[in-house]
């Protein structure tokens, strides 16, 4: 991976490490499911009316909307809901790093190196570290909410495979459109089990500071975690293997725990800044440069798909590597 992308990689990584204590702010004004149907809306009413829909494959732009925008966030948001804390939510969210190199080379047959697979086993270290500590802290999460944030990673790992499998041309475009699928299902979600009652509520109060925070964590959210973070991040997918771009998203907790210290009184002791030295050290030891043929090969692959992608139906194979 370029240096270039590496450096937008870890962009995304600060930017959805912060977007855990924004989704907290909003979550202490909006019930969790109206809550990811709300966030998702505002972005597919504008797409719907103004962007046209990418070239892709509709079943990779619908699986894409329900891995990444249903099942990870219907999980997650519940998870805080009922009382995962926000900095290991950040942490347990990023088992969809190894759930997405695990299915990329069982569903997909992507080929992972000895070096992605030392990287990826490393930060997994790390993050277990992490999480069995503050297990054992006074207020840990209970088991229930923690299962709920891994089904949300199993979730984010699906929407990344279905996002590689979509090829986009245009992967921005593809990103609006992902924002499309979300709001129904999930405001038919918020109707059945929190109620129209629930919902009414949440618009109560918003002039004051409590709503004007949640305001203020919903706008970062949509602007900030989903327009720039979701579409850099599904561009980055869309020109490197998933079990390269993956591993990036384990730094997420190392911002997220931070963030929640400095911004939640989330404490962050000793033994977790150093494990999370470790899960950086594995993300950057599995994301590391590839040999000179290996990157001769991708390009040609590239090229070859791009050349495939304007003209349909024309086999393009690429020169053999000497």
Same mark, same amino acid.
Do not use: K
């Given at each position: 991976?370029? *240096?270039?992308?590496?450096?937008?990689?870890?962009?995304?990584?600060?930017?959805?490490?912060?977007?855990?204590?924004?989704?907290?702010?909003?979550?202490?004004?909006?019930?969790?499911?109206?809550?990811?149907?709300?966030?998702?809306?505002?972005? $597919?009413?504008?797409?719907?009316?103004?962007?046209?829909?990418?070239?892709?494959?509709?079943?990779?732009?619908?699986?894409?909307?329900?891995?990444?925008?249903?099942?990870?966030?219907?999980?997650?948001?519940?998870?805080?809901?009922?009382?995962?804390?926000?900095?290991?939510?950040?942490? !347990?969210?990023?088992?969809?790093?190894?759930?997405?190199?695990?299915?990329?080379?069982? #569903?997909?047959?992507?080929?992972?190196?000895?070096?992605?697979?030392?990287?990826?086993?490393?930060? @997994?270290?790390?993050?277990?570290?992490?999480?069995?500590?503050?297990?054992? #802290?006074?207020?840990?999460?209970?088991?229930?909410? @923690?299962?709920?944030?891994? /089904?949300?990673?199993?979730?984010?790992?699906?929407?990344?495979?279905?996002?590689?499998?979509?090829?986009?041309?245009?992967?921005?475009?593809?990103?609006?459109?992902?924002?499309? %699928?979300?709001?129904?299902?999930?405001? $038919?979600?918020?109707?059945?089990?929190?109620?129209?009652?629930? !919902?009414?509520?949440?618009?109560?109060?918003?002039?004051?500071?409590?709503?004007?925070?949640?305001?203020?964590?919903?706008?970062?959210?949509?602007?900030?975690?989903?327009?720039?973070?979701?579409?850099?991040?599904?561009?980055?997918?869309?020109?490197?293997?998933?079990?390269? %771009?993956?591993?990036?998203?384990? #730094?997420?907790?190392?911002?997220?725990?931070?963030?929640?210290?400095?911004?939640?009184?989330?404490?962050?002791?000793?033994?977790?800044?150093?494990?999370?030295?470790? *899960?950086?050290?594995?993300?950057?030891?599995?994301?590391?440069?590839?040999?000179?043929?290996?990157?001769?090969?991708?390009?040609?692959?590239?090229? /070859?798909?791009?050349?495939? $992608?304007?003209?349909?139906?024309?086999?393009?194979?690429?020169?053999?590597?000497?």
């Amino acid at each position: 991976m370029p *240096v270039r992308d590496r450096l937008l990689a870890l962009t995304v990584a600060v930017v959805w490490g912060l977007n855990f204590p924004a989704i907290h702010l909003s979550l202490e004004q909006f019930p969790p499911f109206f809550l990811v149907a709300l966030r998702f809306a505002l972005v $597919a009413v504008p797409t719907l009316l103004l962007v046209p829909r990418p070239a892709v494959p509709v079943r990779w732009l619908v699986g894409y909307g329900l891995g990444f925008g249903v099942l990870q966030f219907l999980f997650l948001y519940l998870a805080m809901d009922t009382g995962m804390p926000t900095g290991l939510a950040s942490l !347990v969210l990023q088992s969809s790093a190894p759930f997405t190199v695990l299915l990329a080379g069982l #569903l997909l047959r992507e080929r992972l190196t000895a070096r992605q697979v030392a990287g990826v086993a490393l930060a @997994v270290g790390g993050l277990g570290g992490i999480a069995v500590h503050r297990a054992g #802290l006074d207020g840990g999460a209970t088991l229930v909410p @923690v299962l709920l944030t891994l /089904c949300a990673g199993l979730g984010w790992a699906l929407g990344n495979l279905s996002n590689r499998q979509a090829r986009a041309a245009e992967p921005f475009r593809l990103m609006l459109w992902m924002t499309v %699928v979300p709001p129904v299902p999930m405001l $038919a979600v918020s109707l059945a089990l929190e109620g129209p009652a629930a !919902v009414g509520a949440s618009f109560g109060g918003l002039g004051e500071r409590q709503g004007l925070l949640a305001l203020a964590g919903l706008a970062f959210t949509v602007l900030v975690a989903t327009l720039l973070g979701s579409g850099i991040w599904t561009a980055l997918m869309a020109r490197h293997p998933s079990s390269t %771009v993956a591993p990036f998203s384990m #730094l997420v907790p190392v911002v997220g725990i931070g963030a929640s210290w400095l911004l939640l009184d989330d404490p962050t002791t000793l033994p977790e800044v150093a494990l999370g030295g470790v *899960v950086v050290a594995g993300v950057l030891l599995g994301s590391g440069g590839q040999s000179p043929a290996r990157r001769s090969q991708a390009a040609s692959s590239a090229s /070859c798909s791009a050349a495939s $992608a304007r003209w349909p139906g024309t086999a393009v194979s690429p020169r053999p590597l000497r």
